[in-house]
């Protein structure tokens, strides 16, 4: 394919992508999906080179913000369908399979949604009823073609207990079941519920989700996989860590799905401590060594070698993960430019600020296209 020059949605600078022979979805076709994340301007202008790499790339797609409660429905009868139909119409044209994130999450929800018009807290009753809705609403306008959805983020805590969200605080202990429920009735049969949460490699919360899984599964509570985020750093989790943690997880039947994988090249080690507020930190020399976007040729590798390791593991565990999704396409999308440190400028995904593939690209590619079934 010759070189195209296309913008890419973030930054408007100039693009340098040009397609490679091998696509990331080609060298994993057969293992796992490989997804990733969009937003309402690359469902809106197909021309960006974001949205170009995602085509040629990328088996499945995900929306970073745009079915979240508030960014969706951020006023009772208010929504906000253009990003949520162009991105499955997109991904329904070009073969891509469409994930649903998310339906229920204590963040990025509006108040309104746990309040009567007096001001009051919902009860009980009413809370599940609104979350039938929601559950209800997406069936009718995106039934057709969203068949994967997370149902629930992020309700379990490190420690294993569970969050004390409004959610929890509304219905009770029994707010995630409810919630599968819910969404089994609601979403289109044969639809994919997933459980989706953070910090999957803390014994305290994956002891939890097990339990949590393996009791649904003695009840007949719908679910069908287990989400791990996979907002990782170059040496956090180990390789052992995921190994075990997979294969524990996998043990429970459910499948599994890498939803937000990102590696934060920069760190996090010596930004935060206990108590620290972590979103005010600021970015400084120490901790935001590559303003201007120099990212060294050694740390492209290094950065790559991190990612041929965990996609090597991901294959000694390919049976049981059905995708494996970045949060991002291109270092100018990710949310690791702005936390746990404000305004640096990082490089956790596998395409370049400019939309060129880094050698961590390549290297994954390898991994893929070398990989021998043992
Ligand atoms: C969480 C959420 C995502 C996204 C990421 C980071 O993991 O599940 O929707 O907000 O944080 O941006």
């Given amino acids: 394919m010759s070189l195209i020059t296309l913008m890419t949605s973030s930054c408007n600078m100039k693009s340098e992508y040009t397609a490679s022979e091998m696509s990331l979805k080609d ?92 001001g009051n807290l919902l009860t009980r009753e009413a809370l599940l009823q609104r979350m039938r809705e929601r559950a209800k609403f997406m069936a009718e306008n995106f039934g057709d073609k969203i068949k994967v959805w997370d ?7 490190d420690d294993g207990s569970l969050r004390r969200s409004l959610y929890n605080k509304i219905i009770g202990d029994d707010f995630i079941e409810q919630a599968f429920i819910i969404a089994n009735e609601e979403l289109p049969a044969g639809s994919t519920k997933i459980y989706n949460d953070y910090g999957m490699t803390r014994k305290g919360r994956v002891d939890t989700v097990i339990k949590m899984v393996n009791d649904f599964k003695a009840r007949n509570i ?33 499948q599994l799905h890498i939803t937000e994988l990102d590696i934060d090249y920069l760190g996090r080690e010596n930004l ?59 270092d100018a999308d990710s949310w690791l430019n702005s936390w746990p440190v404000s305004g640096r400028t990082n490089y956790p995904l596998l395409f370049n600020r400019d939309a060129s593939p880094k050698e961590a690209l390549t290297q994954v590619i390898n991994v893929g296209l070398n990989y021998k079934e043992k």
């Avoid at 149902?151 to 379990?156: P, Q, S, W």
């Fill in 151 to 157: 149902v629930v983020n992020e309700a379990i805590e």
């Fill in 27 to 118: 060298a994993y076709a057969g293992k796992f999906l490989i997804g990733a994340t969009m937003n309402n301007d690359m469902v809106a202008d197909h021309s960006l080179a974001n949205t170009q790499i995602v085509k040629d790339h990328f088996s499945s797609a995900t929306m970073d913000n745009s079915f979240k409660w508030g960014p969706f429905n951020p006023e009772p009868n208010v929504y906000n369908l253009t990003g949520p139909k162009n991105f499955a119409n997109f991904t329904h044209n070009n073969g891509i399979t469409p994930v649903g994130h998310v339906l229920f999450w204590h963040s990025q929800t509006p108040d309104w949604v746990f309040k009567d018009s007096e």
């Fill in 272 to 330: 935060w401590g206990a108590n620290v507020d972590i979103k005010k930190r600021v970015a400084n020399k120490e901790n935001n060594p590559y303003p201007d976007g120099n990212f060294p040729a050694s740390a492209d590798k290094a950065l790559g070698a991190r990612y041929a390791a965990i996609f090597g593991m991901f294959l000694k565990h390919h049976k049981n993960i059905d995708r494996v999704t970045f949060w991002g396409v291109t």
């Fill in 222 to 254: 719908p679910i069908d996989a287990i989400g791990i985020q996979g907002h990782w750093s170059m040496t956090s989790p180990s390789l052992a860590e995921i190994d075990a943690n997979f294969t524990a997880l996998a043990a429970t039947g459910l």
